[in-house]
């Protein structure tokens, strides 16, 4: 069956870096766009960033634009986010998605905590 698995996220000091990354299996990782959303307390789960299934063509809330970058190794079954430049605002649980014929997989969820 469909597992995605995150890690990576902890607690950063505003400014700080931090690289999530997703575990795919069960399905062929190299054929679907894969997404990272992330849902903070008393908020909606928002869309942060997506990349296809190449790898070629990436997409990013305007929040995150230059500060986050999605990348993929379609080898290891593996989505990366690479967070830069955190803000307390960045603050959430951040989760791994893939959409396979019209059904939607979740992770279970990273938290990342921005604070110093």
């Known amino acids: 069956q469909v597992q995605l698995v995150e890690s990576g996220g902890g607690l950063v000091q505003p400014g700080g870096s931090l690289r999530l990354s997703c575990a795919a299996s069960g399905f062929i990782f190299s054929s679907y766009a894969m997404s990272w959303y992330r849902q903070a307390p008393g908020k909606e789960r928002e869309l942060v960033a997506v990349?296809?299934?190449?790898?070629?063509?990436?997409n990013y809330a305007d929040s995150v634009k230059g500060r986050f970058t999605i990348s993929r190794d379609n080898a290891k079954n593996l989505v990366y986010l690479q967070m830069n430049s955190l803000k307390a605002e960045d603050a959430a649980v951040y989760y791994c998605q893939c959409r396979i014929l019209r059904h939607d997989y979740w992770g279970q969820g990273t938290q990342v905590t921005v604070s110093s």
């Open positions: 990349i296809c299934d190449t790898g070629s063509r990436r």
